[in-house]
């Protein structure tokens, strides 16, 4: 994120600019701004900027209307289908912004030097001026009444909650061990981080309270890029690629004694390392387990699926056999792993789908409309995922539904 302090709206419309960090993922870069209107009320945002191969810097792949649509369909397969599967009050949709392109050029001329040297194969997008925006949740809105303490916001990238069916692996292996821990060693070995995680998301998604723990325990103590922790919209935790230094979990828990200095872990008045620790991880549990405004409905039993257990974690297996199993249904983490698995073919089964479609497309390129490969992303489109047949037939429709 970049540092919302340096981005400010200015009475009279325009933009300034001051200088900044980001954060960036493949096909977008994220920066953070303050908007200032005429009441002096600050209101924090996040833009999301689009990104092109740096081979096309000079010569933009697309329009400037092709860019705003292309950002209309984020927001509508946010709004339409996203916000269908895990729930309207958790999925932020946003809408799309035009920003001055001058502004656009001087913040990606700001924010280049701190790009990651790996993510500089692809530029910003500084001809269309559009933008996706949205609240930054990681500050609070400044007009509320300030709060006794800065709001904590704690980032999980919890990843794929389940293994692959066997019939559309090639390895066994993918069938005990998941995707995630696999991709440890692997960027271990190339350098991305110098240390494996012991985190595995299937003991997160499990639902057992233990497992939970465990996971999110591994996950505070290595949290490479799957975990930040924010102190009133600040980065106070997180990892850099390639670093060899360890985050400092102390100085983590430093920074949240102070809320939790009314539990039932403080030893006259002082509360330990340790039971600092466990508090904010059960905190963490009970919120992933809790309903998004509402108890925590029925809860499935997956003991039985054969797919929800790593053999790369290193949870004690004879453990699992005591205590509950599975999601309450209508909790955060339930209604992830659901929308997960309405993919259950891994990049093996998934790609040849692609390549159908591909095909077909280079054949057919009036079908683009019809298979709504371009959008629009509504309710029909929705539905036709959901209800997609089970078996492939062959057919160009089945692949379509299941990439979309």
Not at 84 to 113: A, C, M, T, W
Not at 158 to 172: A, M, T
Not at 185 to 197: D, E, F, I, L, P
Not at 333 to 351: A, F, K
């Amino acid at each position: 994120f970049l540092d919302e302090r340096k981005f400010r709206f200015v009475k009279n419309g325009e933009l300034s600019l001051y200088g900044s960090c980001e954060s960036e993922a493949n096909f977008s870069r994220v920066c953070c701004y303050f908007s200032e209107a005429s009441h002096v009320r600050k209101h924090c945002r996040v833009l999301r900027l689009l990104k092109y191969p740096a081979e096309d810097s000079e010569n933009p792949p697309q329009t400037a209307e092709q860019a705003f649509r292309q950002i209309q369909n984020i927001v509508d397969f946010s709004s339409n289908v996203m916000s269908s599967l895990l729930g309207d009050k958790v999925v932020h949709s946003g809408e799309v912004v035009r920003l001055p392109l001058e502004f656009v050029r001087q913040l990606s001329i700001k924010i280049q030097h701190q790009r990651p040297a790996w993510r500089c194969d692809k530029v910003m997008d500084i001809y269309s001026g559009c933008a996706l925006c949205l609240p930054n949740l990681t500050s609070p809105t400044l007009h509320q009444p300030t709060p006794p303490a800065p709001p904590l916001c704690i980032e999980i990238k919890p990843k794929c909650g389940f293994l692959p069916s066997p019939k559309h692996v090639s390895k066994d292996i993918k069938t005990r061990v998941c995707r995630y821990c696999m991709h440890q060693h692997y960027k271990v070995a190339n350098g991305k981080w110098k240390r494996r995680s012991l985190y595995c998301p299937l003991d997160l998604f499990s639902g057992n309270r233990q497992r939970m723990h465990f996971a999110i325990r591994h996950l505070i103590e290595e949290p490479q890029n799957n975990l930040k922790v924010f102190k009133g919209g600040q980065c106070i935790y997180s990892s850099k690629e390639g670093s060899n230094e360890s985050p400092d979990m102390n100085s983590l828990l430093h920074h949240l004694r102070p809320y939790f200095l009314h539990g039932n872990n403080r030893i006259n008045g002082h509360m330990t390392t340790k039971a600092v620790l466990n508090d904010v991880i059960q905190v963490l549990v009970n919120a992933l387990l809790s309903a998004a405004g509402g108890d925590g409905g029925q809860v499935t039993d997956r003991a039985g699926e054969g797919r929800s257990f790593c053999e790369a974690s290193l949870f004690n297996n004879e453990r699992i056999r005591h205590g509950s199993q599975g999601l309450p249904t209508s909790s955060v983490l339930s209604r992830i792993l659901q929308t997960q698995m309405l993919d259950t073919l891994d990049i093996e089964g998934l790609y040849p789908l692609y390549r159908r479609v591909e095909q077909h497309l280079q054949d057919f390129p009036e079908e683009r409309t019809r298979l709504q490969i371009d959008g629009p992303y509504d309710q029909n489109f929705l539905e036709k995922v959901q209800k997609c047949w089970m078996e492939d037939d062959g057919s160009v429709e089945y692949a379509a539904a299941k990439v979309p």
